[in-house]
């Protein structure tokens, strides 16, 4: 039985793949690092030249890779959500692909995997990895019948703590979880139950990392005062509107008395 057309076709490639040599990926820089905000660039190149079809650029992640940024000379390039407006190609050359993040943020640290569809290998790979450094953090509180919650959120990389400047023996409880790319976040909860213990003071979250530190006070003191600031306004106001009132009335009933005064006068 003769071999078949196909048969023939895959023995060319497979014997000239051998002959040629199969090229390699270079990444020219394997681990970025860039604070948040700052542009990050990754570029992987070709060893050798070879007939490219497609760049794609795809987000590693353990469950599944996700295409990110794609290019051919054919369709163009194509920057998939949520990704849009965030990055773009920099290079358009199909055998040495740079992506740029404009801003880079902290949800964009993770590894990265760069992949030719080349004729007649098929698909040949690179890998780099971004690490984007930066702390974010928030706070905010409710007061119920004197009891205070105060809750104090923080994500970063490197890994950020959380701690209170509180002299209350009150020990707050958290809550870590370390994202798939690195990225902490952490969760700290602080219960005071009676709120007028902090009243003369102000309760602050210090959140830091490696990098950066930041403070987040709790201002329980001036809001209370803001208050009762608002409660004397209103109550002048309304002491005002009263006396206007009674002034209005008082004049009303003056006229009234010279007006049946006048009509009451004997006539001479």
Not at 73 to 86: A, C, S, V, W
Not at 203 to 223: A, F, G, H, Q, Y
Request: glycine share 6%; hydrophobic share 40%; aromatic share 8%.
């Amino acid at each position: 039985m003769l071999p078949s057309k196909m048969t023939f076709q895959a023995l060319f490639l497979s014997l000239l793949c051998v002959v040629l040599g199969e090229p390699n990926v270079i990444t020219h820089t394997e681990h970025v690092k860039v604070n948040e905000g700052n542009a990050a660039t990754l570029r992987c190149t070709l060893t050798e030249p070879g007939d490219v079809l497609q760049v794609t650029w795809q987000k590693d992640s353990e469950k599944k890779h996700t295409n990110i940024a794609t290019y051919s000379t054919m369709l163009g390039f194509k920057i998939h959500d949520p990704y849009q407006d965030r990055m773009n190609f920099t290079s358009l050359v199909l055998n040495d692909t740079s992506i740029t993040f404009w801003s880079a943020s902290l949800d964009d640290t993770g590894c990265y995997i760069c992949l030719f569809n080349v004729f007649p290998y098929g698909s040949i790979s690179g890998r780099t990895c971004l690490s984007v450094f930066g702390l974010s953090a928030s706070v905010h509180y409710n007061i119920s019948k004197g009891h205070l919650i105060a809750i104090c959120n923080a994500v970063g990389f490197p890994e950020p703590t959380i701690s209170w400047n509180n002299l209350f023996n009150y020990i707050p409880t958290q809550e870590k979880v370390r994202h798939t790319n690195g990225v902490m976040s952490i969760t700290s909860k602080l219960e005071i139950s009676d709120s007028q213990s902090i009243s003369k003071q102000d309760l602050t979250c210090r959140v830091s990392n490696k990098n950066e530190e930041m403070e987040l006070p709790i201002k329980i003191k001036n809001e209370q005062g803001f208050s009762f600031l608002g409660l004397v306004i209103a109550l002048g106001i309304l002491l005002v509107i009263v006396v206007l009132i009674l002034i209005t009335l008082s004049w009303r009933k003056r006229i009234c008395k010279r007006t049946h005064g006048g009509e009451s006068r004997p006539m001479f």
